[in-house]
């Protein structure tokens, strides 16, 4: 069973910088993509950023520049390094990996897509 641990969220005071970190356990053959989404109360989760295995990045609009997001394949991990954090930045932040291929209960299963429970970050004017 492939599970997702997000860590790295926390109070900053806006102009700050936090490092999200989320790894993937499980016998996991492959992972398409992987990525950061955020959801504030009453609005649907969002897309921050996503990366590829072969490197292919998307960032949401609004923290172009500001955020950078990497991976290590080898270590199914995913990091956000979030820089200059402004107040609308405050959610929380979950953790995606599309396209998985694993081993779910003694069968190969390819295409889940999974989510981690989440990491509040709250960035304080």
């Known amino acids: 069973q492939v599970q997702l641990v997000e860590s790295g969220g926390g109070l900053v005071q806006a102009g700050g910088s936090l490092r999200l970190s989320c790894a993937a356990s499980?016998?996991?053959?492959?992972?398409?993509?992987m990525g950061w989404y955020r959801q504030v109360p009453g609005k649907q989760r969002a897309l921050v950023a996503t990366?590829?295995?072969?490197?292919?990045?998307n960032y949401a609009d609004s923290v172009k520049g500001r955020f950078t997001i990497s991976r290590d394949n080898a270590k199914n991990t995913v990091y956000l390094q979030m820089n200059s954090l402004k107040p609308e930045d405050t959610a929380v932040y979950y953790c995606n990996a599309e396209g998985t291929t694993a081993l779910n209960r003694g069968s190969v299963i390819t295409g889940m897509d999974y989510w981690g429970k989440g990491t509040l970050v709250t960035v304080s004017s």
């Open positions: 990366i590829t295995s072969g490197g292919s990045i």
């Open positions: 499980g016998i996991i053959f492959r992972i398409n993509a």
